[in-house]
């Protein structure tokens, strides 16, 4: 999907949010947005959230955003999917945060396929 801005990703989002009836994701959606930024970064694969001093940053790759993202529902999720590591607490910090890369990549898949079970 093309988007001019990562903030027309979240519009996109909040748009796919509000045609389903679930308000856990327009409370979250809608919290997330207010304590958060978001931006498009080519130092990143796919997606990533950050702790950034007080508030968040959630970060797309446009590359990633383009080759995958095809509709509105793959937005939501995918930021649902970033705003869940942050509201699940990253059950692996200690190992998510280890100089070994194997580590960090595989306590990442582990969270990874715990959220999108949530999300599914």
Request: hydrophobic share 40%; glycine share 4%; proline share 2%.
């Amino acid at each position: 999907m093309k988007a001019r801005n990562a903030r027309d990703l979240v519009n996109i989002a909040l748009t796919a949010a509000l045609s389903i009836e679930n308000q856990e994701v327009h409370w979250v959606l809608g919290h997330l947005t207010r304590i958060s930024d978001v931006g498009f970064s080519k130092r990143i694969e796919t997606a990533s959230i950050r702790k950034l001093g007080e508030n968040y940053r959630i970060e797309f790759s446009p590359d990633f955003v383009e080759k995958w993202l095809e509709s509105p529902e793959d937005i939501l999720f995918v930021l649902m999917h970033e705003i869940f590591h942050k509201l699940r607490g990253d059950l692996l910090r200690g190992v998510a945060e280890s100089r070994d890369p194997v580590e960090r990549t595989g306590a990442n898949v582990v969270e990874d396929i715990q959220i999108n079970s949530v999300l599914c």
